[in-house]
């Protein structure tokens, strides 16, 4: 591993993953952390506890703002636990001569989504810091959620499984690109930022065998099918042409030479469901404004130990491996 | 008329059914070869929609893709990586280039290693970007680490023209623009006496399209006329790559010889001759360029024209600047892979020591090039 932090090591990919292991798991080491989930299942089975922290820029972007993202990313790493998130805590990091009133467009946002969790901020911190030492403003929300379905876990996945995809994929990450690198395109790129409890509240009350929820935040749907297939030793084998991309989202793709498999989402989530119960899943998820267009795209398989198959409409496979160092475009 | 969409550009060329009609017409007329031939796509866009879309798995077991060094950013070696490393460190100085330069290591390191060291290094997506940077930074200098093929100089050319005609104080250039024929050419004839100079495995390229929209095809007339090779000009999506396969197995089998576009949508014989006029204005050809695995080939490179010279970073900053040759890392095969002579599997350091996120070798730097496409997407094609 390199000797200083490149920003490579913040990518939700395999530098990341290098960081997080050989530094903080070598030092915090434990049972839980060790189990890799988006959040840490507590209390004999009975809490959800995660943390996350938000550096977004632009603040504001098409389709929500760090508030809102603040409020969702947490909330959202709790419902993939299962669980129903109840309390959060706000520690806020401001750069001094940060606007009031933009500040309170944020406290807005937050205020908003966290009525759509029915959760609550009851504890926080505020911190100013001199002019130019941190980008407008950071925040860290951590929250306890109420698990309702336990079991749930990205360790047990198995050939009896479907792998779904909750909506169009990249939202997020191209909105973030084309809103910070100034691309001015005439299209109704938004960002996916949404929470997801509702959702995975109504799967859960439909009886849905859920072996698996993982939300695809940085890293994007790569990442979390490569974790996946590693943490729970199968191979997960991927129709292409069943992956839901918006027009626009390959528009940008195309233009900088991503892959909308890599890109971030913040409101869009991968489920592992038993394979009679896909139907069933796919029904729920169709009801929701969110995951109108949510599709089966993988199945399980033991044909490559802990790869990722990418199989495309012409025939031919490939291996989908982690995304890797800074998202750069290509040149030529 | 109906509104054209960014889409409509590209989906034809990527449909799967027109796709596995290629399959079968090559399989068809692959049948009639004598002999398997190996056909180089010299450009990495071509590497890269090889692998992403799997194209030899749809191949006959007679034709053979060479992985060809037209990746700019792979073939650039460590001493010029050097030079952006040494300028970006510099008190006052932005040092901006092209996305995938920033993380690629020379001796020193990689840009983004110089950033996290507090060099001020950005990306921009076109180099009339670095306008604003400037603009914005008038107590900077801003030094434009250029690279690329002959597509993206004229975009280099353009942000010169502009510095020169608005008396611009605060923008310099690092030139490191190359050619693509020099190279094919060194790849077929290495031009030693006592070196068998058919070395290598070529039997027909696949030319670099977006190279000859700005050059046209004509700077490939030679290799047809003077090597017996025969060069199709593709485009860059996977159909454009299979229709340009069956073209080139086709001349083989009527026994033709041939130049031929198969990308007509935007390459003709002369290119773009506003372009080339702006590249001539203001860069000639250097000596000779030192490219990362294969060594120095003559006239394969461009430099700014000494008049230019208060601009020439690479001139202001000579002092302190480092010269010294740098060798190629001994295990490394990518010479060879180059020249058709190996896979990259069967390097002893491929994917072992050499891997993406530490390259030892050229091939490995980019997602364009040939290891980084084996290591990526690869492994399946060795069933």
Redesign the interface.
Known sequence: MNKNVTLAMGNGGQENNELIKKVFYKAFKNDVLEKAEDAAVIQNGDLAFSTDSFTVSPLFFPGGDIGKLAVCGTCNDLAMMGARPKYLTCSVIIEEGFSIPKLEQIVTSMKTELAKNSAMIVSGDTKVVPHGSIDGIFINTTGIGEIIQAGISSNNISEKDTILISRDIGCHGAAIFAAREGIEISSNLTSDCASLTDQVQALIAAGIEITALRDATRGGVSAVLNEWAQQSHICIEVQEGAIPISPEVHGICELLGFEALDLANEGTFLLAVKQEDVSKALNILHSFTNSLNAAAIADVTHTYNERVVLKSAHGTKRFLDFPTGELLPRIC | MSKL???DL?SGFRD?NV??GF?KLIEKEAKKLSKHINIMEVCG?HT?SV?????P??LPKNINFIHGPGC??CIMPKERIDHAYVLALQDNVILVT??????VPGSKGSL??A???GADVR?V?SPLDTLKIAEENPEKKIIFFA???E??TPMTASLVDIVLQRNIKNIFFHINHVTVPEVMEQLVDSGEVNHDSCDNRIDAFLGPS?VSVITGSKIYERFPQKYNLPVVVAGFE?VDIMEAILMVIKQINESRCELEIEYKRSVNHHGNIKAQALIEKYFEKALQFKWRGLGDVPSSSYMLRQEYAHIDAEKLYRDILPFEEIEDYKLCICGDILRGMAKPHQCSVFGTTCK??TPLGSCMV???GACAAYY?????LNE
Request: hydrophobic residues 25%.
């Open positions: 969409h960014l889409e590209y799967s796709i596995k399959s866009g890269h692998m992403k879309y799997g194209l798995q749809l700019p950013v092209l996305g995938d330069m920033i993380k983004q290693d950033r996290s060291k990306f997506y690279i690329g093929f597509t993206t977006h996977p993406p996120s980019s997602s364009e990526k997407y690869g492994n399946l």
